[in-house]
């Protein structure tokens, strides 16, 4: 959610190299693509709803108000909506630790992937305890079900690892604390964005008015650093080391 979505375009179609297309969803949101698939959404509604700059991932649901439901079942909080959008409902929420996250009823763009393996976007939950947060999310959102499509859980190397079919759709970890006056270290949704030369984008962004908030993080696998717009909104950028794939 941006306050400015001229603003936010030509940011991050700078840092990242994105085109962006319109939605049917109104002339306040368009949809940015990276090599004709979609990768994320803006949405200028930030300063209309009284919401934070951010980042958020929404998870598609069959039902907005029966995932509304669940999720006041289960002590956490509904912030917004559902709220009617073009083609669907939307709605923001948070979890039982604090982290926001949305979900969507409606139409799908297709093509619409999340995950390591597409270097496109990808999702990292850091929460408190990464088990309670997985029967969380799993119960509000359908996951581990046994109906065709739903999203498989497991717990691998220390954390809860979320895939739909072969693709790794988030990554839950725990160790987060609540009342940490540092977001990096708070309970909330990390949105990664793959680039090929890490140095560049954080050049290009530091130029238009990013800055970045945390050192370099290097793995086995990626380089990756967590940065913030113009506006505070925070995402990681993330390369591949030795031709493979960002992965954690």
Do not use: K
Not at 47 to 55: F, K, N, Y
Not at 65 to 78: I, S
Not at 137 to 147: F, K, T
């Amino acid at each position: 959610m941006a306050r400015d979505l001229d603003a936010a375009q030509q940011f991050y179609g700078a840092v990242l190299g994105w085109g962006f297309r319109p939605t049917r969803l109104g002339e306040g949101f368009s949809v940015a693509m990276r090599d004709g698939a979609p990768v994320a959404g803006i949405g200028a509604l930030a300063r209309r709803l009284g919401i934070p700059v951010a980042w958020t991932p929404y998870f598609a649901v069959d039902d907005a108000d029966v995932t509304a439901a669940r999720v006041r079942e289960r002590g956490a909080t509904m912030a917004v909506g559902p709220l009617a959008f073009g083609t669907g409902r939307a709605a923001l929420a948070a979890d039982p630790d604090g982290a926001v996250f949305g979900f969507w009823q409606g139409e799908v763009i297709p093509d619409w992937t999340a995950h390591p393996g597409g270097a496109a976007a990808w999702l990292e939950l850091r929460t408190r305890d990464a088990f309670a947060a997985a029967v969380f999310y799993g119960e509000v959102l359908d996951w581990a079900c046994e109906r065709s499509g739903c999203c498989d859980v497991s717990y691998e190397h220390g954390h809860v690892v979320v895939r739909r079919g072969r693709d790794t759709v988030a990554l839950i970890s725990g160790g987060a604390v609540e009342e940490a006056p540092d977001p990096q270290v708070r309970p909330r949704w990390h949105v990664h964005f793959g680039v090929p030369d890490l140095e560049a984008a954080v050049e290009t962004a530091t130029r238009l008015g990013g800055r970045t908030v945390s050192p370099v993080q290097t793995s086995t696998t990626s380089r990756r650093i967590t940065l913030s717009d113009p506006d505070g909104a925070l995402f990681t950028l993330v390369t591949p080391r030795n031709g493979l794939a960002p992965g954690r």
